[in-house]
């Protein structure tokens, strides 16, 4: 059995203390795999998102069917409680990644990258969807 895992495909947001704009473009802008196959979405910044104190706040976050917008991935690669870990983040610069190692179905949704000086919880970020 296949499903889809719907990827949201421009994602746009202002870095805060900067007056350039800066555009994430995920890739794919949709993928279907097999339950127990790994998956990985890229997620590309048209600049660098490296803070000037070394961090990268860079986050990943899954929206399933009817629900909020759940964390999964903060600064990178650093997996939010309760994340199982199938998945991991990794990526440097303005290239990055979100790997689910085998997914199951319950993994359905839209995936998000998310670019933000702070660490976000709740519902303190808005995603813009084209």
């Not at 910044?45 to 104190?53: G, Y």
């Not at 961090?55 to 994340?83: D, E, F």
């Amino acid at each position: 059995m296949r499903f889809p895992s719907q990827l949201l495909g421009l994602l746009m947001l202002w870095v805060v203390g900067s007056s350039r704009e800066t555009v994430l473009t995920q890739s794919p802008l949709t993928l279907s795999v097999s339950p127990g196959e790994p998956a990985s979405i890229s997620c590309r910044a048209s600049q660098s998102l490296v803070h000037s104190n070394g961090n990268t706040y860079l986050h990943w976050y899954l929206q399933k069917p009817s629900q909020s917008p759940q964390g999964l991935i903060y600064r990178v690669s650093n997996c939010y409680t309760g994340v199982p870990d199938r998945f991991s983040g990794s990526g440097s610069g303005t290239d990055f990644t979100l790997t689910i190692s085998r997914v199951e179905a319950d993994d359905v949704g839209i995936y998000y990258c998310q670019q933000s000086i702070q660490r976000l919880g709740g519902t303190s970020f808005q995603l813009w969807k084209e």
